[in-house]
């Protein structure tokens, strides 16, 4: 059983002895299972939600909302925010307590409880241990220094300040690694996009919440990616290097210098891994990259049925086909491919959600599923998507789902080496 965590307006939390902690699928009230908890995880951050009230569970069974604590003054509900790794098994349990309660900035807010022994606790799995991703691995005292040294080795590249930002202001791992010259090294190369996401991390409109990072302004030339790219599958150990970062748009929109940056990299060197995060929404686009000798691609979905695929992503010039024909030819040229799957509790877990998945991921041979938490305020994404046509059956039972009925699957958070690089 855990109790209900809750938040005086100065975010001094407090526990409800009377009130049990309640998680939502979607917009119903699901109580919490043993099994869904997790002590809070290194790493993790607890997030007020301002203008939202805590619901918990009453001696009767039925959910109540906190609305003040006993000197009259408001609360606020609490919520998680899990590091990368954990998948999120349900939403935190509130209700609007305004009519203008503030848009939530774009995090995966995750239900919180607090056990018997006074724990905080995290309704989540871990679903790919990563301990390459740790926090405890990045931003240490040295950052700088190796930053100064990348743009002293390649003098006006445009890239390294894009990613100098990335690292020391917003703290992106990938762009850190770059620098440290190990593991996945991401290098964003399109200001445009052919999607319009709701929850685009890089681009939002101003009547939003705010995006947590800026988009890159230009294209770089072919030798800018060229020289960092070639340079890092050289140096650094499992080395990978990946265009489509949170701070771009669509890579595929930069056909023409990735293709050619793709084909010099592998002149000057074999090793490592060449990746794509994409929509796959530009299918003449990736088969100019994956003629060059792209390894790898991760396709952003968050749904396999076309209604909500559109309610999300907004695509502009392209449609759920068009991302299913890329599929097919990245298997064509025998390409590595993983979906990044936006996981949201009460509309991932949908029977019929599950179905069109499932469907998709044996039609086409998927390699990978990495499983991502939707970063979105939840009454922002459920009112466009709308109620569900069937049972939603938790993120747990989805993923038992997928193990079942997808053997040869690979399920984790993050991309891998494609062997033999």
């Known amino acids: 059983m855990y109790k209900l965590l809750y938040a005086d307006q100065l975010g001094r939390l407090y526990v409800d002895q009377d009130l049990l902690a309640l998680g939502r699928s979607g917009e119903e009230y699901w109580e919490i299972s043993e099994d869904e908890m997790l002590i809070l995880p290194p790493g993790a951050d607890l997030m007020l939600l301002p203008g939202r009230s805590p619901v918990g569970l009453n001696s009767d069974g039925e959910p109540e909302i906190l609305e003040c604590m006993e000197d009259g003054s408001p609360v606020c509900a609490v919520a998680a925010v899990l590091p990368a790794g954990y998948t999120?098994?349900?939403?935190?349990?509130?209700?609007?307590?305004?009519?203008?309660?503030?848009?939530l900035p774009l995090y995966g807010y995750t239900a919180v409880g607090v056990d018997s022994l006074g724990q905080i606790c995290v309704a989540a799995i871990l679903t790919d241990p990563g301990e390459k991703w740790n926090p405890l691995n990045y931003n240490d005292d040295f950052l700088s220094n190796r930053i100064e040294k990348k743009r002293y080795e390649f003098p006006g590249n445009r890239i390294i300040e894009q990613l100098a930002v990335c690292s020391m202001n917003y703290h992106c791992l990938t762009a850190q690694n770059l620098f440290y010259e190990r593991w996945e090294a991401g290098l964003p190369a399109s200001p445009a996009c052919n999607a319009r996401c709701l929850g685009c991390i890089s681009l939002q409109p101003s009547e939003c919440c705010p995006s947590p990072q800026s988009r890159?302004?230009?294209?770089?030339?072919?030798?800018?990616?060229?020289?960092?790219?070639?340079?890092?599958?050289?140096?650094?150990?499992?080395?990978?290097?990946?265009?489509?970062?949170?701070?771009?748009?669509?890579?595929?929109?930069?056909?023409?210098?990735?293709?050619?940056?793709?084909?010099?990299?592998r002149r000057i060197t074999n090793r490592g891994t060449l990746n794509i995060n994409t929509n796959g929404g530009f299918t003449r686009g990736l088969d100019k990259l994956c003629d060059a000798g792209l390894d790898s691609i991760r396709v952003s979905l968050f749904s396999a049925r076309t209604a909500s695929y559109r309610a999300y992503h907004c695509p502009v010039d392209y449609d759920l086909d068009d991302v299913k024909r890329s599929l097919l030819l990245a298997k064509s040229y025998g390409v590595y491919i993983s979906l990044n799957l936006l996981v949201f509790p009460g509309i991932t877990d949908r029977e019929e959600e599950m179905n069109a998945l499932i469907n998709l991921i044996n039609e086409y041979n998927i390699d990978m599923v990495q499983l991502r938490n939707l970063n979105i305020d939840p009454d922002m994404l459920i009112p466009v998507i709308g109620g569900a046509a069937s049972e939603v059956l938790g993120i747990g039972q989805f993923i038992d789902r997928l193990k079942r009925d997808c053997r040869h699957l690979i399920i984790g958070s993050f991309s891998h080496p494609v062997s033999g690089r």
Do not use: D
């Not at 999120?88 to 848009?103: I, T």
């Open 88 to 103: 999120r098994l349900l939403l935190p349990g509130y209700e609007n307590s305004s009519h203008n309660a503030p848009v």
């Open 216 to 265: 890159i302004n230009f294209t770089p030339s072919v030798s800018e990616l060229v020289e960092l790219a070639a340079a890092h599958l050289s140096r650094a150990s499992e080395a990978i290097v990946s265009g489509g970062q949170g701070c771009e748009g669509e890579p595929l929109m930069a056909y023409a210098v990735w293709s050619q940056a793709i084909k010099e990299i």
